[in-house]
């Protein structure tokens, strides 16, 4: 079908890491010590993540406290750099891995397991933003989010 149109590999690891480190400096922001520790945190994770989850996390590798509102902060600046993506119904976030890549957000939800698939399809991505368009309206994000059950829970 239209799914990735365009050629990229999925990045995990240390090379993930180092790829969101590169596409943030490039975008003019900076890379800075908490944000890669937020990212790592939320990179070594294949389920969506919360904040407070992050949050937690850090505050015990760290061995003090780390605001859920400083993480917050920084997963929105991901967001809206390309570096995360935000499953809106769990209010929790997956890492992209393919930092900078955009893609409109399409994911398969699962109600039982909680796992989120992220889905690439030009096809889909464009009819939205046709219908969006022929409404007068610019959409900047488009998110789906399709609930069900994954083929390991129905």
Same mark, same amino acid.
């Given at each position: 079908?239209? *799914? /990735?149109? #365009?050629? /990229? #590999? ?16 490039? $975008?003019?922001? *900076? ?10 945190? %939320?990179?070594? /994770? ?6 407070? !989850?992050?949050?937690? &996390?850090? $505050? ?5 406290? +780390? =605001?859920?509102?400083?993480?917050y902060?920084?997963? !929105?600046? @991901?967001?809206a &750099? &390309? ?8 209010? =929790?976030?997956?890492a &992209?891995? /393919?930092?900078?890549?955009? #893609?409109?957000?399409? @994911? %398969? +939800? ?8 992220h +889905? !690439? ?6 009819? +939205? ?6 409404? !007068? @309206? *610019? =959409?900047?994000?488009?998110v ?11």
């Amino acid at each position: 079908m239209g *799914q /990735h149109a #365009h050629s /990229h #590999h999925e990045l995990a690891g240390a090379d993930l890491v180092a790829e969101a480190a590169r596409a943030l400096v490039a $975008s003019g922001e *900076q890379w800075t010590s908490m944000r890669e520790a937020v990212f790592a945190e %939320l990179a070594r /994770h294949e389920r969506p993540v919360s904040a407070y !989850d992050i949050a937690d &996390n850090l $505050s015990a590798a760290r061995g003090k406290r +780390v =605001a859920p509102n400083s993480v917050y902060r920084i997963l !929105d600046l @991901f967001v809206a &750099n &390309n570096l995360a993506m935000r499953v809106e119904s769990a209010n =929790a976030y997956l890492a &992209n891995t /393919h930092p900078g890549c955009a #893609h409109d957000c399409i @994911f %398969l +939800v699962c109600d039982e397991c909680g796992e989120a698939a992220h +889905v !690439d399809d030009e096809e889909v991505s464009r009819a +939205v933003r046709a219908i969006a368009s022929a409404r !007068d @309206f *610019q =959409a900047t994000r488009p998110v789906l989010e399709i609930r069900g059950l994954c083929k390991a829970c129905a």
